[in-house]
């Protein structure tokens, strides 16, 4: 499954590099790219898996940036 995401009060290119490396390391994640310049997180990964993905990116961009919010539904 493949989603995107738009992002809220994403504040620096650094921290979406971070969220990006520590999302794509997550189990069943093949693909995660968080663009800083377009607010955007892109998820690609297993079916069975992808609802608890989205959850544990979430925690991880809280933990990066307190402030920043990932937009879902």
């Known amino acids: 499954m493949k989603k ?6 994403l504040d620096c290119a650094n921290c979406a590099a971070k969220m ?3 999302i794509g390391k997550l189990p069943g994640v093949k693909r995660a790219s968080v663009s800083f310049v377009t607010q955007k997180l892109i998820l690609e990964g297993e079916d069975e898996h992808f609802e608890e993905i989205v959850k544990q990116a979430v925690q991880i961009c809280k933990k990066v940036e307190p402030d920043c919010k990932i937009l879902i539904g």
């Open 20 to 22: 990006e490396e520590a």
């Open 4 to 9: 995107v995401y738009k992002m809220m009060d």
